[in-house]
């Protein structure tokens, strides 16, 4: 399996687990959302630059997630993000979360899809965006 090329650390927090102080399967789309986040800050992807200033948003077409471990309350955990498939208006991302321990505990997968600010239509992705992706996903980029 290739290597995820950015990690971010977190530790659970008591409200994002349920009565068993086991981590709510909803919130690892939460986490995934916070490598996301962070990884396109690392790649020097500003939102408010990027995309809102072009017109342009984006907005997630696929979410999945396969669960392997329970993460429990303030347990450490890494999300490790990389870039997936890239197309004309759409990249994925995968995300592996990890307990600090090195357990496995969730795998997940996102599609997100360029669409114009105003309109909410797909549209195709900026080149320096594809670029960015591009040398991400081929190059790998260190956390």
């Known amino acids: 399996m290739e ?7 977190q530790r659970v927090r008591f409200g994002e687990t349920d009565l068993q102080q086991v981590v709510y399967y909803a919130n690892y789309l939460l986490y995934a959302e916070v490598g996301r986040i962070a990884y396109l ?20 077409a696929e979410a999945a997630v396969r669960y392997h471990a329970p993460l429990r ?11 997936g498939e890239i ?8 995300y592996a979360i990890d ?10 997968t996102t599609v997100q899809v360029v ?20 040398r991400a996903k081929g190059e790998g980029h260190g956390s």
């Open 3 to 9: 290597a995820f090329p950015f990690s971010c650390r």
């Open 41 to 60: 800050r690392r790649l020097g992807i500003e939102y408010a630059r990027d995309f809102l200033a072009h017109g342009i948003d984006f907005t997630i």
């Open 73 to 83: 309350f303030d347990d450490e955990f890494d999300i490790r993000v990389r870039v």
């Open 87 to 94: 197309r004309g208006s759409s990249w994925g991302f995968e």
């Open 99 to 108: 307990r600090s321990d090195g357990a496995r505990c969730a795998e997940a």
């Open 115 to 134: 669409i114009g600010h105003g309109s909410g239509r797909a549209q195709r992705m900026p080149a320096g965006l594809k670029a960015v992706l591009e």
